[in-house]
């Protein structure tokens, strides 16, 4: 099993930045990418940007690009930068991982989530 916890959630201005940290502790070994999800009230999950183990292979949402910026190692430890936030950036965050190298696709474990409040 791997366990996630995030932090770094908070109250933002637009146009404000935010950094989420996700740090991955258990069997990690058996990850190969992590990454970040994201679920605003009324909507469901989606994805925001990944990164993987081998080679920091990143991808993002089109919505973020640009904007955000994911680091780490992609197996114990991901970063997620959030610059010139918007409102509709207003969700819970949710740190993914995968022994898989699409945890977009294919999510093995989550974290508790963290709340992204961005105020216009």
């Known amino acids: 099993q791997v366990q996630l916890v995030e932090s770094g959630g908070g109250l933002v201005q637009a146009g404000g930045s935010l950094k989420l940290s996700c740090a991955a502790s258990?069997?990690?070994?058996?990850?190969?990418?992590m990454g970040w999800f994201r679920q605003a009230p009324g909507k469901g999950r989606e994805f925001v940007a990944t990164?993987?183990?081998?080679?920091?292979?990143t991808k993002y949402a089109d919505s973020v690009k640009g904007r955000f910026t994911i680091s780490g190692d992609g197996k114990s430890i991901v970063y997620l930068q959030m610059n010139s936030l918007r409102p509709e950036d207003t969700a819970d965050y949710y740190c993914?991982?995968?022994?898989?190298?699409?945890?977009?696709?294919?999510?093995?474990?989550w974290g508790q989530g963290t709340q992204v409040t961005v105020s216009s």
């Open positions: 993914a991982a995968a022994s898989s190298i699409r945890v977009d696709r294919n999510p093995d474990y």
């Open positions: 990164i993987t183990r081998s080679e920091s292979r």
């Open positions: 258990g069997r990690t070994f058996g990850v190969y990418s």
